[in-house]
């Protein structure tokens, strides 16, 4: 069993910069690939960016290519979105997710999920 943690939203200017964590659990963090999804309101669940067990390769949605980077520290138990050159269309509740197929964009196949933590970027 894994739990996630995400922390690190807030409110931030377009072009601005934050930084989202999510810390898991459990002692075969680095068996999961992890993922980053996004859902704003109204919206459906979209697929941001996800990073395998090694951390060696990853994937990003076109949406975020550029601006946004993925990363894990697995002896933390931790990964990471560096989000830069943020835009309104950012706005979001920003969720991580960890599952064991790499890689991989449908939220269906993830088995854990945290809570959320909400991304607003104002004009």
């Known amino acids: 069993q894994v739990q996630l943690v995400e922390s690190g939203g807030g409110l931030v200017q377009a072009g601005g910069s934050l930084r989202l964590s999510c810390a898991a659990s459990g002692r075969t963090f680095s068996s999961y690939a992890m993922a980053w999804f996004r859902q704003a309101r109204g919206m459906e669940r979209e697929f941001v960016a996800v990073?395998?067990?090694?951390?060696?390769?990853?994937y990003y949605a076109d949406s975020v290519k550029g601006r946004f980077t993925i990363s894990r520290d697995n002896a933390k138990n931790t990964v990471y979105l560096q989000m830069n050159s943020l835009k309104p269309e950012d706005t979001a509740v920003y969720s991580c997710?960890?599952?064991?197929?790499?890689?991989?964009?449908?939220?269906?196949?993830?088995?854990?999920w945290g809570q959320g933590t909400q991304v607003t970027v104002s004009s």
């Open positions: 997710a960890g599952g064991l197929r790499f890689p991989n964009k449908s939220p269906a196949q993830y088995n854990y």
């Open positions: 990073i395998s067990g090694s951390g060696g390769s990853t």
